[in-house]
């Protein structure tokens, strides 16, 4: 790096004369220019000066400023694949300067609203018109692709260089689409993505490449416990097909959601949205980050949301509290310290959807609600996330994280018994009542470094984590009239009435399903991702794991506790992965994992637990970037085989939450997801997956050999896109398509095949230094009655929702 002394006098900067300026060069055959084409930074968060030194070091720019005009300012860092140009935007953004390209190649930096009289011996302006640059850190971000990612390697590296099929939604695109539900996110958006349904709606669960996930969603990185979660504090969500145990330890093998939280902003930003919709829906959140002091070493940030309404369903209601609060402390450009705290009540109704008659659910019945208003459940959940990370230079770090869990649950509610009765419209019922505390704590510690040997340069990741998880089920109970409990637990379709069951009798029946359950997993894991040529990345890496894990429940709570007792298991799994980049749009890859984890439910033959699962999966595809990286596509085949699979034992129907191994299943497909921007107007999400998900290998005998597995359609897809018309307007259209699904493990009653049509439009109108967006968003334009899903243990199938709408006011400041 060269260090040269420019006088800027001649520039006419208010009269400034300063010869203190920056002259950074790095020679690129002999031009002083940028280049345009993409390399990597890592340049930490500190001072502007810093970081534009850094810049111009490795961005091969020659930089002319005035000192003065940088003094005091931060930055926050960059990191990833960019321009030189399009690093250089990210720095400067909301930092006040601006910057041109001199006639001689150097980029000078001012001043944005610096009004100067341009001499004949100044150097002449040249307007310069760069892409947008995606910003984490932009809260008015719009663009659909983000170029990188986290979940899939714990590194900060290119979705372009990591050989695995990691997806992307980021908050721009829940805006759009008014998605309010953690669900909608990632069922819209992602390919092979299914709603898994369990215990009613109560938990927020997906099946991923043909195998439920269950109930296992992320949290920056952490393992939440079983509940619903609010899309308020998320600022994006990642989607890892496949296998992710060798990082994350205990997982299904299918893969992992997790989502990505907001953090604290340097630069101050208040936001307030009211959203209003059909069914007297309406939910106000609130957005609220910025400094703490003078130096903007302690930031701060607030989510919040109040989301209260009733339902297409007949009597249905919910409503919710959710707060997130946090801090971040960065003294300096090496230490960076957070802390988040989140609390969420939530009040609703358990419903299962409609009962199935003979092979198909009952049409024409999307209001039919089969449970009863006199019982409420109700979750409370408290979180506490922090971390702390060191950079000991530009090049290593280590990084501690810690995360306590933990839900208050009230179970109370019908649920249907079985199918509907010969006659066509008599439905047996159960009622479920009792509370569960589910209670976890994580933490990791992860040191991750990069050096080069021998021309190869090494990204390596050595880490170790451990995983505590609790419930304990003491006095939940089940009763029927089926099974001679003298409550009236009968419904009748025809007439439905909510008046019928004998609530007293019901709370006078003692307790009769018990449950204590406990994971505690330790692993320890390394990575290295190779680069030979800059083509060529090599990942390879493995977890040990030594998991103690145990469940059981016997005929009374004493009896569960007494009877309880942990196993444990050490295995050590591996990851391989090959990527290569012939030319710089296009990477194709290949990869081989092996996943080991604990089997929860309760064994219907034994009141305990199962032997663990495991699975490999082989996997090849290619991915591709278009139009300066801003249009992304991932296409990938898959081969995926998991034993020890668990499915509900429907032969102890008095015991509806036993279940069963069934031996070994096998998914296989093609995936193809694209996201991104056409053009700077035209925004685009669009998904295909083909999936071929079925029992393999029946040691049980109960028939499933050959069987497809429940709610994995063979195919899906998904479209939806917006335009900006003018500067102020924007209107998108979409729809998703979902081919028929087994409804039971068993298959015997299917859900039919279903399309929804979506639209949006949105206006922008400045106002002072504020913007209000007025949005409006149409679902199921065409009215289409479909199901979504279906329970994995009784049969029924929950409905989607018919024509609706959902208006928004939204005011940025």
Do not use: C
């Amino acid at each position: 790096m060269t260090l040269k002394s420019i006088s800027i006098g001649g520039l006419g900067l208010a009269g400034h004369t300063s010869t203190l300026v920056l002259a950074a060069a790095l020679a690129v055959s002999g031009a002083a220019s940028a280049d345009s084409a993409s390399r990597s930074f890592a340049i930490p968060a500190g001072s502007l000066s810093t970081a534009l030194n850094r810049l111009a070091e490795a961005g091969g720019l020659q930089l002319v400023y005035d000192a003065g005009i940088a003094e005091g300012l931060q930055s926050q860092g960059l990191s990833g694949n960019y321009t030189p140009e399009a690093a250089l935007q990210q720095l400067l953004r909301n930092s006040g300067l601006s910057y041109r390209i001199a006639e001689n190649g150097s980029v000078v930096i001012e001043r944005q609203q610096l009004n100067y009289k341009q001499e004949p011996t100044a150097l002449p302006a040249v307007n310069v018109v760069g892409n947008k640059v995606y910003d984490t850190n932009n809260p008015y971000n719009d663009l659909y692709a983000a170029p990188n990612a986290t979940t899939a390697t714990k590194t900060n590296i290119a979705i372009m260089d990591t050989p695995a099929s990691i997806q992307v939604i980021p908050k721009s695109i829940m805006n759009d689409q008014q998605a309010i539900r953690f669900e909608d996110a990632v069922l819209n958006n992602v390919s092979g993505v299914q709603r898994a349904y369990g215990t009613a709606d109560m938990y927020e669960s997906f099946i991923v490449r043909g195998f439920n996930s269950m109930e296992q969603n992320y949290r920056n990185g952490f393992r939440r416990s079983m509940g619903k979660f609010d899309v308020a504090n998320m600022e994006q969500i990642e989607v890892l097909k496949g296998p992710a145990a060798v990082l994350y330890g205990r997982l299904q093998p299918g893969g992992m959601v997790n989502y990505v939280t907001k953090k604290p902003l340097a630069v101050p930003y208040y936001a307030l949205q009211q959203q209003f919709g059909s069914y007297s829906e309406y939910r106000t959140s609130v957005d609220a980050t910025g400094p703490l002091d003078k130096d903007k070493t302690l930031l701060y940030r607030f989510n919040g949301a109040y989301d209260t309404g009733n339902s297409y369903r007949d009597v249905v209601e919910h409503e919710r509290i959710f707060i997130a609060p946090s801090l971040t402390w960065r003294p300096n450009d090496r230490f960076e310290a957070n802390l988040d705290i989140e609390k969420r009540h939530d009040n609703y109704m358990d419903d299962y959807g409609v009962p199935v008659s003979g092979n198909r659910p009952v049409s024409g019945r999307r209001n039919l609600f089969t449970g009863d208003p006199a019982f409420r459940p109700s979750q409370d959940n408290t979180l506490v996330y922090a971390d702390w990370s060191f950079k000991f230079n530009d090049d290593w770090a280590i990084k501690h994280k810690f995360q306590w869990d933990e839900t208050d649950i009230v179970f109370s509610g019908p649920a249907p018994n079985g199918k509907l009765d010969a006659d066509g419209h008599t439905l047996g019922r159960q009622v479920i009542t009792g509370t569960s505390n589910r209670r976890s704590y994580s933490t990791s510690l992860d040191l991750t470094g990069k050096f080069q040997t021998y021309g190869l340069k090494h990204n390596v990741l050595l880490g170790g984590d451990w995983f505590f998880f609790n419930q304990d089920a003491p006095d939940n109970m089940f009763a029927s009239s089926d099974w001679g409990d003298p409550i009236n637990s009968t419904f009748d379709i025809n007439n439905p009435r909510y008046d019928t069951l004998d609530v007293a009798a019901v709370n006078a029946i003692a307790p009769n399903w018990f449950w204590r359950e406990r994971d505690d997993w330790y692993g320890v894991y390394f990575q290295d991702q190779i680069t030979i040529w800059d083509k060529l990345h090599i990942m390879g890496g493995g977890r040990y794991d030594m998991a103690g894990y145990g469940g059981f429940g016997g005929s009374s709570w004493e009896a569960t506790k007494n009877g309880f007792s942990m196993q444990h298991e050490d295995k050590f799994t591996p990851r391989v992965g090959i990527l290569y980049q012939p030319w710089e749009w296009l990477s194709v890859y290949g990869n081989y994992v092996e996943s080991f984890g604990s089997n929860n439910g309760r064994n219907s033959e034994t009141g305990g637990t199962f032997k663990p699962q495991s699975a490999e999966q082989y996997e090849i595809g290619f991915k591709t970037e278009f139009f300066d990286k801003r249009l992304s596509s991932t296409v990938a085949y898959y081969h995926l085989k998991k034993t020890n699979l668990l499915t509900a034992d429907l032969s102890t129907p008095d015991d509806p939450l036993d279940n069963v191994a069934i031996g070994e299943a096998r998914s296989q497909g093609i995936e193809v997801d694209i996201k991104g921007q056409v053009t700077d107007d035209f925004s685009l999400v669009t998904t295909y997956a083909y999936t071929d998900a079925r029992v393999t290998n029946d040691k049980n005998n109960n028939s499933t050999e050959g069987k497809r597995l429940l709610n994995v359609p063979e195919h899906q897809a998904s479209l939806w896109g917006t335009y900006q018309f003018t500067e102020h307007f924007k209107a998108g259209l979409g729809g998703v398509v979902v081919g028929k699904r087994e409804g039971d493990t068993a298959n015997t009653f299917q859900l039919p095949g279903y399309a929804r049509l979506d639209a949006m439009a949105a206006y922008v109108q400045p106002i002072g230094k504020t913007r209000l967006t007025a949005q409006v968003n149409v679902y199921n334009l065409l009215d289409k009655e479909y199901y979504t899903g279906s329970t994995s243990w009784i049969p029924t199938a929950n409905v989607g929702a018919p024509l609706s709408a959902m208006g928004s006011l939204k005011l940025e400041y």
